[in-house]
């Protein structure tokens, strides 16, 4: 379970960085968005990057390019860790 928060713990903490980046999804995407709005716009983006899902409808730019990029890699080592803790639980029941 310590994964799956670290997991949800780096989903939101790359949404405000997303959310207080300069236009992080390109020169006007949060101009007529309302606060919550576009913070639920920066938490679907870290959702789909940290997943490394990735569906193309929001680009990062400038620096939330180094961010994602960062998140992704955070992501596939959470995910691999994730799946190990869940092996080794499933075959130390069996034994």
Do not use: H
């Not at 789909?48 to 890699?73: F, L, M, S």
């Amino acid at each position: 379970w310590i994964i799956a928060i670290w997991y949800m713990g780096m989903i939101f903490l790359f949404s405000f960085f997303y959310f207080y980046c300069d236009s992080p999804f390109g020169e006007n995407s949060f101009q007529n968005l309302s606060l919550c709005e576009s913070f639920f716009r920066s938490l679907y983006f870290s959702a789909i990057t940290i997943t490394t899902v990735g569906y193309g409808d929001v680009k990062p730019e400038g620096w939330a390019q180094i961010w994602a990029a960062i998140e992704g890699i955070l992501g596939v080592f959470l995910g691999g860790a994730f799946l190990v803790a869940m092996t080794r639980r499933y075959f130390s029941r069996e034994t």
